[in-house]
C-alpha cells in the first residue's frame, strides 16, 4: 500500500506538470479545446437536429478543424429543455455547445422552464431551415388556394400533423388558421419523419414538413407540395417550381426555422472565436454545401452582433404568434 | 426472378473476401456494444462514421450495419447470464434465459438464444429480400389508432404472467404506468410529475429501471442466500449445442410464432421490445406446459428471442423504403448514408438499387457470419459464470453504473439504479410482479400517445379504435385474449350444463 | 414481512398521492379531442392508492389475527446485503468527487479484499485492469464520456 501510494504521488506530480505544461502552450496562441468538446442536442436521435450535428461532427474531424473530437450527446427530455438547462449550467465551461433549432425559444415559453437564449454564448447561425405545406399526392388539391378553401367549408375535419406540441408546426398551423380563417384539427407526433409517413398513409390530410422530411416521399411521387412558407421561393433546382405562400394565396406568411450553435455562459472572447471560426469553415466545405442543397436549406451563416440581433427580433416573432395563438404556457 | 438476380448480384459484392473481413470487424465490435448495457449499436455506430466516410459506399453500410446485427447478438448474452439486460428488448429474455443459466446450463441458454436470432433473422431477410415494396405499403397502413390497437394486443398477451396476488399485480402495473408518465407529455407539451425538478423533465428511463429493479434486485437476493464463494457451476461443451438445436427443433411453434410477431411488429419504430414481450406472453399462453415458465423454459427463451431479431431485421425496411429510422441506431446509420449522398427514402430503391441489393445482400451474409461468431464464442460468454462471485459481483455494480449512467449522461440515474435496485428486490420479496410493471413502463408512453392522437383524429369519438380493415381485427383478437380465461369458464359452465 | 409490506404500501400510496395532486392541476377531465393530460395520471394515481390502501388492510388483518410472522429475509441475510448495498452507493457519492473509474477501482479494491477475503495480488490487479479497460473502452474509444467528478480530469494522466 505504501509504495502504491507514493507510485500515485508521483503520478499525481506528472499529471500536474502536465496539465501546466498544457496550459501554458494554450495561452500562448489562440485557444483551442483540451478535452473532447460535448456537442448537445436538445432532441432526440433521428431529428434534424440530430442529423444536422452527427453531420458537423465528422467533417470537424476529416478536416481536422479542431484538435479535440466534438462528441454527440442527445438530452431530449423535456422538449430539449435538459438539454438547454444543461448548458446554463455549464458557466464558463469551454467545452461544451449546442445545436440548436426554434424550440430555443418554443420550449421555455410554453413550459415556463427558466431559461432564455441569453443564458447562453451565440456562436453562429449555420442555416435556415424552410417550412413546406404538404399533402397526399392522392388528394384532389393542386393548388394551396384549394386546399385551405375545401379546410374552410369544414372547419376541425381537416387534420393537420406536425412536431410536437406548441413547437414551429403548430405556431405555423395556428398562423395559417389565422389567416385564412379556418380551423385544422392539429396532432402531434414525435418526429418529422414520422409526420411524412403518416401523411403518405393518408392518416393526416396535409403537413407543414421541412424539405427534408418529406423530399424522398415527394420523389417517389407520395407526396404533393402545395406551398413554401416564405417569401421567396426555395432557390435550389429541384425546388424552384414550389409557389411561395403568397403567390399561392395572396397571402405573404413566413417562418423560418434556426439551425444555430451555441455555447456555455462566461466564455472568454477567445473560445467564442474558436467556435466561430470552426463552424464558418464547416459550412464552407464542400460536403457541408452538398447536405444543404439535400436537405432543402437555406444556407445563412451569420455571427457577432447580428447574429445576437437576428436572435432578438426572431425572439420577439415567436412570442407574439404564440400569444397570438395562445400557446404560451398558462 | 428479377429480385434473385439482383440478390445474386448484391451477394457477389457482399462476398468479397474484404467485405467479409470488414463484417466480421462490424460484428465483434457489435457484439461488444450490445452486451455493455448503456451503449447500443448507436454508439457503435457513431464512432465508425468518420472511418466509413473514406470507404467505398457499399462497404461502409456493410461495416454500419454488421455492428447492428452484432448488438442484437449481444444483447441477449447479459439477459441470460446476468438477469441484466443489455438492450430493451432483452427484457423477456431475462425471464427464462436467467433461471436457466441459474440452474447450471448458461451454454444451453445462450445456444438456444443464438439459434433463435438466426431464425428470426431467416424469416426477416427473407421477407426483406422479396417483399420488401409491399410490407412497406403495408407499414403504412398503421396510423395511430392501428399502434394503440397493437399495444392493447401486447398487454391482452400478458393477462397471464401476473403473480400469485392479483391486487398487487395491478398495483405494480399501475405503478408501472405512473413512472413512465413522467416527462415531457408529448401530446399537450406539458411537463408532469416534474413538480419544477429538471432532473424529473427527462423521465424515467426505462434501461436504467430495469438494470436497478433485474440486474442489482437479483444480486441482493443472490447475496441473501449466503455470499457465494462459488460461481454458478458453468458446463458448456457440444453437449449444449446439441441439446440447443434439438430443442429449437422440438419447438417449432415458438420459432415460428416468435419471428412472424417480431417481423410484423418491426415494420413500425421501437417495435423490436413490445415484440419480444408479446411472443412471451402468447407463446407461455398457448404452450401447454404453462408452469414451467419463468423457471427456464426453453420456449420462452426461443419465441422473445426470434421475435427480437425478427423486427430488428425488419426494422431495417421501413428505414430503407420509407426513410423512417426503426431504431436509434438506424437513425445513426441513416445519418450515415447521407454523408454518401444517399437519402434513404422510397427513392433508394430506383436511384441506387445496387446499394440497396448490397445492404440486403450484406443482411444475408452479416447475419450468418455473426450466429457462427456467437455461437463459437458460447462456451467462453458461459464461462464468465465461473469467476469468483466476489470478484465478478462488484464488476457488475461497476458495469450496471457505467450503463445507467451513459443511457442519458445523467449522473441522477445512478442513483435511481440503486433505488430500484432495493425497490426490486423487496417487490419480489413481497409478491409485486416485476414482468407486468416494466412492461407498464416501457409501453406506457407509446400507448398513451397513440391513443390520444387517435382520439384528436376522431375528435374524441373512441369508435377510432374499431375502424377497419387495420384496427377492428386486432382489437377484437386482443378483447377476446384479455377475457380468454372468463369465456372458457363459462364455456365450461355451459358444457357442464348441457352434459346434466 | 409485515413492516416491509406496509412500508412498500405506503409508499407506493405517496407516490399515488403525488400523482393525483399533479393530474388535478394539469386537467383531468375528458376534453373536447381526448382526455386531457391528467386524465391517465388521475386514473393511476387513485388505482395506486386504493390498490395500496387493500393492501396494509390485509397485511393489517392478516397480522392481527397472529398470522405467524414470516422474516422478509432470512437470519442473517441483511448484513451481505449491507455489505453490497453501502460501498456501492459510497461508490456513487464518491463519483462526484474523484470520477467513475477512480470511484469503482476503489470499490472494486475494497470488497474483493474486506469481503471477498481474495489475494492482494488479485484483487490489485483486478481493480486496476478493469477500469482502465472500460475507461479506454468508455472515454476513449467510443467517446461515452463518463463522470469525471471534480478531481477526476487531473486523477487520470491520459
Known amino acids: ?330 | 426472378m428479377e429480385d434473385i438476380n439482383n440478390l445474386i448480384m448484391g451477394l457477389g459484392v457482399a462476398l468479397q473476401s474484404y467485405n467479409i473481413m470488414i463484417a466480421v470487424i462490424g460484428l465483434v465490435l457489435g457484439i461488444i456494444v450490445g452486451v455493455l448495457p448503456g451503449l447500443g449499436g448507436a454508439n457503435g455506430v457513431a464512432i465508425l462514421i468518420p472511418v466509413v466516410v473514406s470507404m467505398p459506399a457499399t462497404t461502409g453500410v456493410i461495416l454500419l450495419s454488421s455492428i447492428y446485427w452484432g448488438a442484437l447478438y449481444g444483447g441477449s448474452i447479459t439477459s441470460i447470464l446476468f438477469n441484466i439486460p443489455g438492450e430493451p428488448w432483452s427484457v423477456a429474455t431475462t425471464f427464462d434465459g436467467y433461471p436457466m443459466a441459474k440452474s447450471g446450463r448458461a451454454g444451453k441458454a445462450l445456444v438456444l438464444a443464438f439459434l433463435s436470432h438466426g431464425a428470426g433473422a431467416v424469416l426477416g431477410v427473407i421477407m426483406l429480400t422479396f417483399f420488401a415494396p409491399l410490407i412497406a405499403e403495408f407499414a403504412l397502413k398503421f396510423g395511430p389508432a392501428e399502434i394503440f390497437a397493437v399495444m392493447i394486443l401486447t398487454f391482452s398477451a400478458f393477462v397471464g404472467l401476473g403473480g400469485k396476488s392479483p391486487l398487487k399485480t395491478v398495483a405494480s402495473i399501475f405503478f408501472g404506468f405512473t413512472l413512465a408518465a413522467v416527462g415531457m407529455d408529448i401530446v399537450s407539451g406539458q411537463l408532469r410529475m416534474t413538480f419544477g425538478s429538471v432532473d424529473l423533465m427527462g423521465g424515467f428511463s426505462f434501461i436504467v429501471a430495469v438494470i436497478g429493479l433485474f440486474g442489482l434486485g437479483e444480486i441482493f437476493l443472490t447475496v441473501e442466500e449466503g455470499l457465494k464463494v462459488e460461481g454458478i457451476k458453468a458446463k458448456v461443451g457440444l453437449k449444449d449445442m446439441r441439446e440447443g438445436l434439438k430443442e429449437i427443433l422440438q419447438n417449432p411453434k415458438a420459432v415460428i410464432m416468435g419471428a412472424l410477431i417480431g417481423c410484423w411488429m418491426g415494420l413500425k419504430p421501437g417495435g423490436a421490445t413490445p415484440a419480444s414481450f408479446m411472443a412471451y406472453g402468447f407463446c407461455k399462453q398457448s404452450c401447454k406446459n404453462k408452469d414451467e415458465f419463468g423457471k427456464g423454459a426453453s420456449p420462452g427463451i426461443i419465441a422473445p428471442e426470434a421475435a427480437a431479431h425478427g423486427a430488428g431485421t425488419s426494422a431495417t425496411l421501413p428505414m430503407i423504403t420509407l426513410g423512417i429510422p426503426g431504431s436509434p441506431t438506424m437513425a445513426v446509420i441513416m445519418g450515415g448514408l447521407m454523408i454518401f449522398g444517399l437519402q434513404p427514402g422510397p427513392m433508394l430503391f430506383k436511384e441506387h438499387a445496387d446499394f440497396v441489393w448490397g445492404l440486403i445482400a450484406s443482411c444475408w451474409v452479416g447475419n450468418f457470419i455473426g450466429l457462427f461468431i456467437v455461437m463459437a464464442f458460447a462456451p467462453l460468454f458461459a464461462a464468465i459464470l465461473k469467476i469468483r462471485f466476489a470478484i465478478f459481483m462488484p464488476i457488475i455494480v461497476y458495469v450496471c453504473a457505467i450503463g445507467a449512467y451513459a443511457v442519458n449522461n445523467r449522473m441522477i440515474d445512478v442513483y435511481y439504479m440503486i433505488i430500484f435496485g432495493i425497490l426490486g428486490y423487496l417487490f419480489k420479496k413481497l409478491d409485486y410482479p416485476l414482468a407486468p410493471m416494466v412492461l407498464a413502463l416501457v409501453l406506457g408512453d407509446m400507448a398513451e400517445q397513440a391513443m390520444r392522437q387517435a382520439l384528436i383524429m376522431g375528435q374524441g369519438n373512441p369508435l377510432i379504435f374499431f375502424r377497419p380493415p387495420i384496427a377492428l381485427p386486432i382489437m377484437i383478437v386482443a378483447l377476446i385474449i384479455f377475457f380468454w380465461p372468463l369465456i372458457s369458464t363459462v364455456k365450461q359452465k355451459l358444457m357442464t350444463k348441457n352434459a346434466v | 414481512m409485515r413492516k416491509a409490506d406496509i412500508f412498500i404500501a405506503l409508499l407506493l400510496m405517496s407516490v399515488g398521492i403525488l400523482v393525483l395532486v399533479d393530474s388535478v392541476r394539469l386537467g383531468f377531465k375528458w376534453g373536447m379531442s381526448g382526455p386531457e393530460s391528467g386524465f391517465f395520471p388521475f386514473y393511476l394515481g387513485s388505482g395506486l392508492i386504493i390498490c395500496s390502501l387493500t393492501v396494509l388492510f390485509n397485511v393489517m388483518r392478516k397480522y392481527r389475527k397472529g398470522g405467524g410472522e414470516e422474516r422478509l429475509m432470512p437470519e442473517g441475510a441483511l448484513k451481505p446485503i449491507l455489505w453490497v448495498l453501502i460501498p456501492a452507493t459510497v461508490m456513487i457519492a464518491v463519483t462526484g468527487l474523484v470520477g467513475l473509474h477512480v470511484a469503482a477501482a476503489l470499490y472494486l479494491a475494497f470488497y474483493m479484499r474486506a469481503v471477498g477475503k481474495i489475494g492482494w495480488v488479485t484483487t490489485i490487479l483486478i481493480s486496476l485492469i478493469v477500469p482502465i479497460s472500460l475507461y479506454i473502452a468508455f472515454d476513449k474509444l467510443f467517446l461515452v464520456p463518463l463522470p469525471q467528478g471534480l478531481w477526476g480530469a487531473k486523477l487520470i494522466p491520459f
Open chain 1, 1 to 330: 500500500m505504501e509504495r502504491a501510494f507514493s507510485g500515485l504521488k508521483i503520478a499525481l506530480g506528472l499529471v500536474c506538470c502536465l496539465a501546466l505544461f498544457i496550459v501554458s502552450i494554450g495561452t500562448a496562441g489562440a485557444w483551442e479545446p483540451t478535452k473532447p468538446v460535448e456537442f448537445i442536442i436538445p432532441a432526440g436521435t433521428g431529428g434534424g437536429a440530430d442529423v444536422m450535428a452527427r453531420f458537423i461532427s465528422p467533417i470537424i474531424e476529416k478536416y481536422k478543424l479542431s484538435p479535440k473530437p466534438f462528441i454527440v450527446i442527445n438530452k431530449s427530455g423535456g422538449a430539449g429543455a435538459e438539454g438547454m438547462l444543461y448548458v446554463k449550467g455549464k458557466n464558463k465551461d469551454p467545452h461544451v455547445i449546442i445545436i440548436t433549432l426554434d424550440n430555443l425559444f418554443t420550449t421555455p415559453a410554453a413550459t415556463g422552464v427558466p431559461f432564455n437564449w441569453k443564458d447562453l454564448t451565440p456562436i453562429s447561425r449555420l442555416a435556415l431551415d424552410y417550412f413546406v405545406l404538404w399533402v397526399n399526392a392522392e388528394s384532389p388539391y393542386k393548388t394551396a388556394k384549394e386546399y385551405l378553401d375545401a379546410a374552410k367549408k369544414e372547419p376541425g375535419k381537416f387534420i393537420m400533423g406536425g412536431t410536437g406540441t406548441a413547437q414551429e408546426d403548430q405556431i405555423i398551423t395556428v398562423m395559417m388558421e389565422q389567416a385564412f380563417g379556418v380551423k385544422f384539427s392539429y396532432v402531434p407526433f414525435k418526429g418529422g419523419g414520422d409526420v411524412a409517413v403518416e401523411l403518405v398513409g393518408k392518416h393526416i390530410n396535409s403537413s407543414v414538413n421541412n424539405p427534408a422530411e418529406a423530399v424522398s416521399h415527394w420523389k417517389a411521387g407520395r407526396l404533393r407540395p402545395l406551398a413554401v412558407i416564405d417569401h421567396e421561393r426555395i432557390n435550389l433546382p429541384d425546388w424552384k417550381g414550389i409557389p411561395t405562400m403568397k403567390e399561392a394565396t395572396g397571402n405573404d406568411l413566413s417562418y423560418l426555422m434556426l439551425r444555430g450553435i451555441f455555447a456555455a455562459p462566461g466564455i472568454t472572447k477567445e473560445q467564442q472565436d474558436f467556435y466561430v471560426n470552426v463552424m464558418k469553415k464547416v459550412t464552407e466545405t464542400p460536403e457541408w454545401k452538398k447536405y444543404i442543397s439535400d436537405m432543402g436549406l437555406k444556407a445563412a451563416f451569420l455571427s457577432g452582433p447580428e447574429y445576437v440581433k437576428w436572435l432578438e427580433d426572431k425572439e420577439k416573432m415567436t412570442k407574439d404568434l404564440m400569444t397570438k395563438g395562445g400557446l404560451l404556457k398558462k
